[in-house]
């Protein structure tokens, strides 16, 4: 057949859609949906404004030496691609330093956000903010190294199994767990699916024989082998380190020109965090400012004081580079049990907050007060903190129905374990597996207050976290390539980073596991201000 | 030279609807910063600004998706796309999903599999990428088809041949999988791609000849190809709808073995140095050209080099259309062009 050339009389001189009505009048906040589905925001309204700007950037960059612009490529900071408009005015920005930017889709920031060389990170444009990502729908993840046959089986039976559980026919669930085993016999548990498949074999066995309203599903280990296991896991895999990584580069921007700090650590165990951002304000241009470290953790049962002893090493190397350093343990079995008034915070300190995995174990059942994760987001509101760092997996183990959760579960972690196999040598990785392994048994065995493991993704923190008064500071360009530069560190080829409005995830392969967010407190309405 | 260029800003602006046009010159402009005069790409701020999607078990528009890792040793990723069985339309139990894994996709149906490339210029974009993700769902859609699209290795890290290499690893997975199978208990396999994916779908297609490998037919998007001459297309277009000479070569320079200009068959096959498909049992070819693409004159030779020796091909020109336009739903190419793709998918009246 001859080539059929497009009859060019069907399109209409807009070049539109077939329809030859206009669109309707779209409400003034509404995205232009296509764009959506592409990745990008921009109000429908604002479309014109925005090929305008586009069409300036255009002429801009013809103007400008190829090397110019590749320069702005290597050393500018960029945030958030998704919000068009404000990506085009930073473009704008670097290639033309003196002509401001139409502010069209961006906050003021004035002072408020991060300070390096691209413009306001501070949002305050609420419809930029708004919850209804468009990817929020998009519930359930499958990302993974399936292997075929015996692993199908596996993981069909699995399901059976925690679907006769969610039913309540623990006798079928039983007969099921026997099946399991004979499986986990003939598929190779020493890798992929069959390893983390025994660990779920193990949570479900549990469940069904200790049903959780019962007995004690979980031993709760002591705090010295809880920090070996949290050791291990650290050393394995690349996830604490790009928490705490990321964290440190986010505060040590929010920091920048303050001379009191005060980080107020929600998890202190080891104080693997600290030493690099004392060394980096050590080496801050302009001389490190007085740090104070709260460490909040467990209380210890053994008569030791660990909280004291981090404390004390971390002065030690605080002392050896110069930085002023005061350290204060508050020791708390549950973060609600946490008073602001223990924390000691002066009006005149900048405050951090970080929180590397803690926030979700608030999402259990509240008390006459009301839900826990709200109590301590209202008094971390309290404290104005120049940035509440929040460090989340990426995964929803919180939904009401079991199967569900088990089912997003055995998702999330066989991806983890995955990751793990590829880069871990033996030894490191039996331990950090038993880490792992706790996570999976809380989620799948527990309820009510003993489950603490309640993960929700980003999408959910990014509603509850606005809701509570708290609007997000962008992560930028510099801190995803240098996440990207910290894998490289290790060896297994299948980290991912990647940017997601603002907020940076680090996954494998195409399935984000851990995800991290900056935040910054609004000042509630009632407060009065008595200066600047 | 401004005030040319007023023209050409003014002249694409009228054959798209605007949202489309800020969506090819955002891609234009920001991919300007990440090609580097010296031949090397900007990685990092590449993939900083590449907008991605996650998989969906969950059915949207009626299509659900899953990655898996097809080849270890190089971290060759797939995300499957599957249209949903419509009573289960709004929320597949996953373990409905591994049922589905386990046995074939259909035994009396024929369904086809579309092994899909993304396009990139075979730098830019991945599999999960939204553009493409968003692509591939409507092809899973609109085909009642399943879509793989590959993520393969991109230049200029992984310059000729690592992207042929990874298509190849494709199909022959694809091939193998029993789960792929429909009618017959047979892989009915198609392959598609836009841009470098077009590129890749030729030379995939051509590797396939002396294997036992049946691929069924070859769709092609204004495939990538070019040639060390300058066409009147060329010469004529450049700058004007988004696309220009120069990006076009720094993209080759980038793929191309070091030394190797644009006559190299990887970019010119039916060139000087190019194969005659002559007598070759190669797959019939659906080549979709749009009118406003600078190297069309290099499709529509490629084309003809099919007719010429004798193949199978439908050419498909879009008089008005410009790079891009399939990628959102708002125009008529992109309507026709997807109609056409669904009839092309069909199994032969006398199916073997």
Redesign the interface.
């Known amino acids: 057949?001859?080539?059929?050339?497009?009859n060019?009389s069907?399109?209409s001189s807009?070049?539109?859609?077939?329809s030859t009505k206009p669109p309707p009048p779209q409400p003034p906040d509404q995205m232009?949906h296509?764009?959506a589905?592409?990745?990008?925001k921009?109000r429908s309204n604002d479309?014109?404004q925005?090929?305008e700007r586009?069409?300036h950037?255009?002429?801009v960059?013809?103007?400008s030496s190829?090397?110019d612009?590749?320069d702005?490529?290597?050393d500018a900071v960029?945030y958030n691609?998704?919000d068009?408009a404000s990506?085009?005015d930073s473009?704008l920005t670097e290639l033309n330093p003196n002509v401001s930017g139409s502010g069209s889709g961006s906050g003021s920031g004035s002072g408020s956000g991060f300070v390096s060389g691209s413009g306001p990170a501070y949002v305050s444009d609420p419809v930029m903010n708004d919850m209804n990502n468009v990817?929020g729908?998009?519930?359930?993840?499958?990302?993974?190294?399936?292997e075929?046959d015996v692993s199908?089986?596996l993981?069909?039976v699995l399901?059976?199994c925690a679907?006769a559980v969610q039913r309540g026919d623990m006798s079928l669930a039983g007969l099921l767990i026997d099946d399991l085993q004979g499986l986990l016999g003939r598929v190779n548990s020493g890798c992929g699916i069959g390893k983390v498949g025994s660990f779920f074999v193990d949570a479900l066995s549990r469940r069904v024989v200790n049903s959780p309203q019962n007995g004690v599903v979980q031993v709760d280990l002591s705090a010295y082998e809880n920090e070996i296991l949290y050791h291990h896991y650290y050393e394995a895999c690349p996830y604490l380190k790009f928490a705490h990584f990321t964290a440190n580069q986010a505060i040590l921007e929010a920091f920048d020109g303050q001379d009191c700090v005060h980080v107020i650590d929600f998890n202190l165990m080891q104080g693997l965090q600290w030493p690099a951002l004392i060394q980096a304000l050590a080496l801050r241009p302009g001389g490190p400012p007085l740090l104070r470290l709260t460490g909040i953790g467990p209380p210890s049962l053994d008569g030791r004081d660990s909280l004291r002893e981090i404390g004390l090493k971390l002065a030690e190397l605080a002392r050896s580079v110069n930085v002023r350093f005061a350290f204060r343990g508050v020791a708390a079995s549950r973060l609600d049990d946490v008073k602001p008034w223990m924390l000691q915070v002066s009006p005149k300190e900048a405050v951090a907050v970080n929180s590397i995995m803690q926030l979700h174990k608030l999402l259990g059942p509240g008390g006459p007060r009301g839900p826990p994760v709200d109590l301590v987001l209202d008094w971390i509101r309290d404290l104005n903190p120049r940035i509440l760092m929040v460090v989340e997996q990426e995964s929803n183990h919180n939904q009401p129905e079991f199967?569900d959760r088990f089912?997003e579960s055995l998702?999330y972690y066989s991806t983890m374990f995955d990751s793990l196999d590829a880069c871990t040598a033996q030894p490191e990785k039996t331990l950090a597996e038993l880490y792992i392994q706790r996570e999976i048994c809380n989620v799948v065995c527990c309820e009510g207050s003993a489950r603490v493991e309640r993960h929700e993704p980003l999408v959910r923190w990014r509603e509850r976290l606005t809701g509570a008064g708290f609007a997000p500071l962008h992560l930028g360009?510099n801190a995803?390539?240098q996440a990207?530069?910290l894998l490289t560190l290790f060896s297994a080829?299948?980290y991912s980073?990647?940017?997601n409005e603002g907020c940076l995830t680090l996954g494998w392969?195409?399935?984000?596991l851990i995800a991290a967010s900056a935040w910054q407190a609004i000042p509630k309405p009632s407060v009065v201000t008595t200066g600047r | 030279?401004?005030g040319s260029?007023?023209i050409n800003?003014c002249e694409s602006?009228?054959?798209?609807?605007?949202?489309t046009?800020?969506?090819m010159?955002?891609f234009?402009?920001a991919y300007?910063?990440?090609?580097?005069?010296d031949g090397t790409f900007?990685r990092?701020?590449a993939?900083?600004?590449d907008?991605?999607?996650?998989?969906?078990?969950?059915p949207?528009d009626g299509v659900f998706s899953?990655?898996?890792?097809i080849d270890?040793s190089t971290?060759l990723?797939s995300?499957i796309y599957r249209p949903a069985a419509p009573e289960t339309e709004g929320g597949v139990?996953?373990?409905t999903?591994?049922?589905l894994?386990?046995k074939p996709v259909s035994k009396s149906d024929f369904v086809p599999v579309i092994i899909f490339f993304h396009g990139g210029s075979f730098a830019h974009s991945?599999?999960?990428s939204?553009?493409y993700d968003?692509l591939c769902r409507r092809l899973a859609g609109l085909c009642k088809a399943v879509v793989v699209s590959v993520?393969y290795r991109r230049a200029p890290e992984h310059p000729y041949p690592s992207a042929y290499d990874d298509g190849w690893t494709a199909l022959e997975w694809v091939n193998s999988r029993p789960?792929l199978q429909s009618k017959d208990s047979k892989a009915h396999i198609f392959l598609a791609g836009d841009s470098s994916g077009g590129n890749i779908v030729h030379h995939v297609a051509l590797r396939a000849v002396k294997s036992q490998i049946r691929i069924l037919g070859n769709i092609l998007l204004n495939p990538m190809f070019g040639g060390q001459t300058r066409t009147e297309s060329e010469t004529r277009l450049d700058t004007k709808y988004f696309v220009t000479i120069q990006d076009r070569d720094w993209y080759w320079k980038a793929f191309l073995p070091e030394g190797e200009d644009r006559d190299h068959p990887a970019c010119n096959p039916f060139g000087p140095r190019g194969i005659s498909l002559e007598g070759v049992k190669f797959p019939k070819s659906l080549v979709v050209v749009a009118?406003l693409d600078l190297i069309q004159d290099w499709q529509l030779a490629y084309?003809d080099g099919l007719k010429r020796a004798g193949q199978d091909v439908?050419?498909?020109?879009?008089?008005?259309?410009t790079i891009g336009f399939y990628?959102?739903?708002?125009?008529?190419?992109f309507?026709?062009v997807m109609d056409e793709i669904s009839n092309f998918v069909r199994p032969m009246p006398d199916c073997e």
């Not at chain 1, 589905?37 to 990008?40: D, T, V």
């Not at chain 1, 729908?137 to 399936?146: D, H, K, Y």
């Not at chain 1, 392969?509 to 984000?512: C, I, K, Q």
């Open positions: 057949m001859g080539p059929t050339p497009y060019s069907n399109s807009s070049a539109c859609s077939s232009d296509l764009l589905g592409a990745g990008y921009v479309l014109t925005v090929a586009l069409e950037l255009e002429t960059m013809v103007k190829p090397v612009i590749s702005i490529g290597n960029y691609p998704t068009l990506w085009v473009l990817y729908e998009f519930g359930q993840q499958v990302v993974t190294p399936i075929e199908i089986r993981v069909h399901m059976t679907e199967l089912t998702y360009s995803f390539k990207r530069m080829e299948g980073v990647e940017e392969h195409s399935r984000p | 030279m401004a260029d007023q800003v602006k009228k054959v798209v609807p605007l949202n046009w800020i969506l010159s955002n234009k402009l300007n910063l990440l090609r580097r005069p900007n990092h701020l993939e900083f600004l907008r991605k999607v996650p998989a969906n078990v969950n949207v899953f990655d898996i890792v270890r971290n990723l995300r139990p996953l373990s999903s591994f049922n894994l386990e991945s599999a999960n939204a553009i968003i993520n789960w009118g084309a439908k050419l498909l020109f879009l008089e008005k259309a990628l959102l739903p708002n125009n008529d190419h309507h026709i």
